[in-house]
């Protein structure tokens, strides 16, 4: 079955009831036995839902996975990864981070004994030069958040090998779409499904998706005893939501395209942050991991002016300035106030979040509509 097959049949089975084309919203928290124990596979939603379970096989099949599980946020997701873990173990993760995980590992976890370390991957020399008996786990998003830097998964699944590491892919910002991880060499794809998964700014749910089955036996445990569990009606919009995920990332990444070019044309713009350059520091690994290269873009202003960059966010009409990303609407957001701002200034700006840095979340509005509200934003 090919991927834009799968995200509409992937995983599902007929429903036997009625035969509903949609699987049915199955809202309820508990369900009828026989006799104790003997029931028709489902007893308690936290453990298992009809709706969320058509969810995770949909997930598991436009990944080119075994199993998958989901929660209640991309967040919720990333909690069970990390439980997985033991204090005194060791994390490698890339430097340049969403706010929100960067909060997670530091805020939360150090406090209970793991260790992270934060590091460019350009490099995979310097991942190796990290790895000790502690290191357990490699994290990295790519695309990363906000600086669209690339990483090589092939090659830090070389590494994650060698060493018996569990290599963990953030892979919200390609989608199973641009690409699959798990074929690459990861262990755990995770995905903030609020974004492209679900693709209409109206849900929040996290999912992962894993081969080993063993592995997902331990992550289905962590789910069901930790409880942070999605509801059966988020699971149908996000299940709704990935029935289009194909013709929809279509638009997203030509749009950005265009976006991008127009950017790095005008004179007002410093930088621009966009793997699909071949001036871009990993192009090339972009484009043999990739099918394309995705619609979020991040630039700077003529002299990083951050009063700029303020009033470009602030004048703009069709862009919404709002947290989040991957909805059919564009969004702008300046990472350094808003989803970054949990990451102290200094670290921020080791990698590239300085204050005039402006992320765009490109949507599937008509181009020329779009081009024009960024003009007479920039001035």
Known sequence: MKFNTKTIHGGQIEEKG????????????????????????????????????ALEKSLASIEGG????AFGSGLAAIDAVLKLLNPGDEIISTNDLYGGSYRLFTKIFEKYGLVFHFTEMDDLSKIESLVNNNTKMIWVETPTNPMMNIVDIKGLSNISKKFNLILAVDNTFAT???????????????????????????????ALIVNDKELSEQLYFIQNASGAICGPMD?????????????????????????????????????????????HPNHEIAKSQMN????????????????????????????????SLGGVESLAGHPASMTHASIPKLEREKSGVVDSLVRLSVGIEDIEDLIEDLKQAIG
């Open 18 to 53: 009625y035969g509903a084309v949609m699987p049915p919203i199955y809202q309820t928290s508990t369900y009828s036995q026989k006799s104790p124990g003997d029931h028709k596979g489902y007893e308690y939603s936290r453990t298992h839902n009809p709706t969320r379970s």
């Open 66 to 69: 075994g199993f998958g599980l």
């Open 176 to 206: 199973p779409f641009l690409q699959q991880p798990l074929l690459l060499g990861a262990d755990i794809v995770m995905h903030s499904a609020t974004k492209y998964l679900a693709g209409h700014s109206d849900v929040v749910l996290g």
């Open 235 to 279: 699971s149908f919009l996000t299940l709704r939501g990935i029935k289009t995920l194909h013709v929809r990332m279509e638009r997203h990444c030509e749009n950005a395209e265009k976006i991008a070019n127009y950017l790095k044309s005008n004179p007002e713009i410093e930088s621009v942050y966009w793997p699909g350059f071949k001036t």
């Open 292 to 323: 394309n290269y995705g619609a979020m873009i991040s630039f700077t202003t003529k002299g990083n002016s951050l009063s700029k960059s303020l009033k470009i966010v602030e004048s703009l009409k069709l862009f919404t300035l709002a947290e």
